[in-house]
C-alpha cells in the first residue's frame, strides 16, 4: 500500500473508522486509476507544502519545469464528504499556475470557480457517496485531457487564474 493511501486511511479509521471499508475501496480505485496516467501519491508536494492527513495529493512531473497534480481532501469531521481539485504549475518560485480546476456535479454554461476551493460533495450515507465518487472516478481521463491542455469537460469547473504573483504571507484577500 502507497503512504498517501496508508496515511488517509489511518485518518479516516479514527474519524470514522464505520465507513472505513468504503473509503478504502473508493480510495484504491483512485489510487489505480491514478497509477496508471503517471501520477504519483506525495506526502509533500513540490513547493514543498506538507499534505494533510485528510488530504490525497498525486503529483505527475511531465518535465523538471511543470507538474500536474490531482488533490482529493475529504471533509475534515469524517463525514463521507471530498472536494477534488486539480491543476497544473510550475515547480519553481514563485509557482506560477497554468491551470487549475475543481470537479462538480454541474457544470454551468462559463462557470468559473474564483479561487482553487470549492465543489465540495458531502453525503451522509455511504450510497450517495459511492454515486459521487463513482461519477468522479468516471471523469478522470477529461480530468488528465484538461490537464495536458484540452478544454474543460464535464463535471469541471476551471478556476480563474491571474498573471500576479502575491508572496504567501499577502494570500488572505487575493486568490491566485
Known amino acids: 500500500m502507497k503512504e498517501g493511501r496508508v496515511r488517509v486511511l489511518d485518518w479516516f479509521s479514527r474519524k470514522n473508522p ?22 504519483v501519491p506525495v506526502r509533500k508536494s513540490s513547493n ?3 499534505v494533510s492527513p485528510n488530504e490525497l495529493l498525486f503529483e505527475r512531473h511531465e518535465n523538471p519545469d511543470i507538474v500536474s497534480y490531482v488533490g482529493v481532501t475529504f471533509s475534515s469531521d469524517g463525514d463521507l ?11 519553481s518560485p514563485p509557482h506560477r499556475w497554468k491551470r487549475a480546476g475543481n470537479f462538480v456535479r454541474i457544470t454551468r454554461l462559463g462557470f468559473r470557480t474564483p479561487n482553487l476551493g470549492g465543489g465540495w460533495f458531502t453525503r451522509s450515507k455511504a450510497r450517495h457517496f459511492r454515486r459521487d465518487w463513482n461519477l468522479l472516478l468516471s471523469q478522470i481521463d477529461n480530468v488528465v485531457a484538461y490537464l495536458d491542455g484540452g478544454s474543460p469537460g464535464k463535471n469541471i469547473a476551471e478556476s480563474e487564474i491571474r498573471d500576479t504573483v502575491v508572496p504567501r504571507q499577502n494570500r488572505e484577500d487575493t486568490s491566485l
Open 48 to 50: 514543498n507544502l506538507y
Open 18 to 39: 464505520r465507513e472505513l471499508p468504503t473509503i478504502t475501496v473508493s480510495v484504491t480505485r483512485l489510487v489505480d486509476l491514478l497509477d496508471c496516467r503517471n501520477f
Open 81 to 91: 464528504g471530498f472536494a477534488a481539485h486539480f491543476g497544473v504549475r510550475h515547480t
